[in-house]
């Protein structure tokens, strides 16, 4: 027998095991009316009345519904409301500025846009067929629930998510995870961290960010409770964890070091001492990070890797028993590799000194874009763009990136995007941007500029330029200026002899 894997397989199970349970303590302070707390029998009933609402507006299964919004239990819901029914959820990264949210819009052919209260003003001029503001307006139109939605013929090789991801092209590409990609990631990840019904989950991890990971889904499946954060403080993290006895968290490297500092001024024991496991990705963090984890927080360290593309996890790594007499110093050694394959997947190193990976997890492809897809999968295997080595236990570690992405605070960010849009000013004449290492954010977005002779730009004037042009995040933090830049005879930047100068002294060249 072969029943089809997908997204409705986690809120139905607890729908059937939890219904009185609480599911979700959605975020109190946020522009839309919170929907409070909400039991998993309300959840699976605000889901089903969503895909019924989507039957109402002529929203065929296979047409996509984009939703711009920071964490909330809404967003929460419909990841399983519109990808459990049929449609393909489009979760846009709230960061984006209005023409980046227009060309993702525009690219999906989304025929619905749910937009953040407060984000309404910046998307004003993004248009969409359907385009409502999250909250009481769009609940009423999108949530009929009198009505039982249509019979979804479930086929676990559907899209059910396109995630937008910035690589190594100008435009973002559209990663298609199909209910397949997403059921064995979940449940795989879930696994591996050990997920169950008494977890109690807090949301540090965008949502929209390759859908939390996928970490949402498993604590859905196992009944686990929701604590919904729509904005990240270090304090405010270290409260919420005393106040909901949160036990499980997501985050990049840069949340982690908040809590660190947030921890320092912090007023008796340490919320969640003993309990707390937090589970990080994006690059990989200081080993001092990861010892001041264990021992100032008391907090397990896990760490993962992996891509949009992939789902995203490929390995994890997480403190061993062997380990267990090891000086904390010892075992965030240990932990700061990328870790070890997880089930399912094989990982492989090439010629080259490419990361290679094979599974289940890899994505079906990118939307609309079959070029790049059969340029990232082929020989059986998805090309990362990630430089590095597999040592003799089978621990991965990423030593280089050898495409051109930058990780800033946990986010991709394409160096040729933010060049495009640097070059545009009228007094540059040449741009190069790199990732440099930087403490708080792992790889700092840099700029190396050279300007017409005459020009009075200033490093404020690339910045402000660039911020009219892309999401802040994207914006350098920093602006040298350069007579030249390195190139080949052919003319081509040789970024490599770019970064060497501020990377010396560094075994990786990834932060």
């Not at 929907?35 to 959840?43: E, L, Q, R, V």
């Not at 489009?90 to 619905?112: C, M, Q, T, W």
């Not at 001092?288 to 264990?294: D, F, L, N």
Request: with cysteine; proline share 5%.
């Amino acid at each position: 027998m072969k029943v089809a894997l997908t997204v409705n397989d986690f809120l139905r199970r607890a729908e059937l095991l939890f219904p009185d349970r609480e599911a979700i303590a959605d975020e109190p302070d946020q522009p839309a009316e919170s929907w409070g707390s909400i039991t998993y029998a309300d959840m699976a009933r605000r889901a089903k009345a969503m895909a019924a609402g989507l039957d109402a507006l002529g929203i065929a299964q296979g047409e996509r519904v984009a939703m711009v919004s920071h964490n909330s239990a809404r967003l929460l819901t419909a990841l399983f409301g519109v990808s459990g029914s049929g449609r393909i959820l489009v979760p846009i990264n709230f960061r984006l500025v209005a023409d980046e949210v227009k060309y993702i819009v525009a690219h999906s052919g989304a025929r619905v846009l749910l937009v953040d209260p407060e984000l309404e003003e910046a998307m004003a001029d993004v248009e969409c067929e359907m385009k409502w503001t999250i909250g009481e307006q769009s609940d009423a139109i999108l949530m009929k629930f009198d009505t039982e939605p249509e019979p979804w013929d479930a086929d676990e090789d559907a899209t059910a998510t396109i995630n937008y991801t910035s690589g190594t092209t100008a435009r973002p590409k559209g990663v298609q995870l199909t209910h397949r990609n997403i059921w064995l990631n979940a449940s795989v990840f879930g696994w591996h961290a050990g997920v169950g019904d008494r977890d109690v989950y807090l949301h540090t991890l965008p949502q929209f960010h390759c859908n939390g990971w996928g970490m949402l889904y498993a604590v859905t499946g196992m009944g686990g409770k929701h604590v919904i954060q729509r904005k990240i403080d270090g304090a405010e993290i270290l409260r919420r964890v005393d106040e909901h006895g949160i036990t499980l968290m997501c985050g990049a490297p840069a949340v982690l070091n908040m809590i660190l500092d947030a921890a320092a001024d912090w007023d008796g024991p340490i919320p969640g001492s003993g309990r707390v496991r937090i589970v990080v990705a994006g690059a990989p963090p200081p080993t001092v990070t990861i010892e001041r984890c264990m021992t100032e927080l008391g907090w397990e360290f896990i760490q993962i890797y992996g891509l949009t593309e992939t789902t995203p996890v490929l390995t994890m790594n997480r403190l061993r028993p062997e380990w267990d007499d090891l000086s904390p110093a010892e075992q965030a050694v240990r932990l700061n590799r990328a870790g070890a394959p997880v089930i399912g997947c094989t990982m492989a190193v090439d010629q080259e000194g490419e990361v290679l990976a094979r599974g289940n997890m890899v994505m079906e492809g990118y939307w609309d874009q079959p070029d790049q897809t059969a340029a990232s999968i082929k020989d059986g295997f998805f090309h990362t763009g990630d430089g590095g080595f597999i040592d003799e236990g089978n621990y991965v570690t990423i030593a280089d990136r050898k495409k051109d992405v930058i990780i800033s605070g946990g986010e991709n960010v394409s160096s040729i995007e933010v060049e495009d849009a640097i070059f545009q000013h009228p007094d540059v004449t040449e741009v190069a941007v790199i990732g440099i290492p930087d403490e708080k954010w792992g790889e700092l977005v840099t700029a190396l500029v050279v300007t017409a002779d005459g020009s009075d730009l200033t490093e404020q004037g690339v910045i402000t330029w660039t911020k009219q042009k892309l999401a802040g995040y994207k914006c350098p933090k920093r602006v040298e200026f350069r007579d030249e830049l390195a190139r080949t005879a052919t003319g081509k930047l040789q970024k490599f002899k770019l970064r060497e100068p501020f990377w010396e002294g560094h075994d990786r060249k990834v932060n």
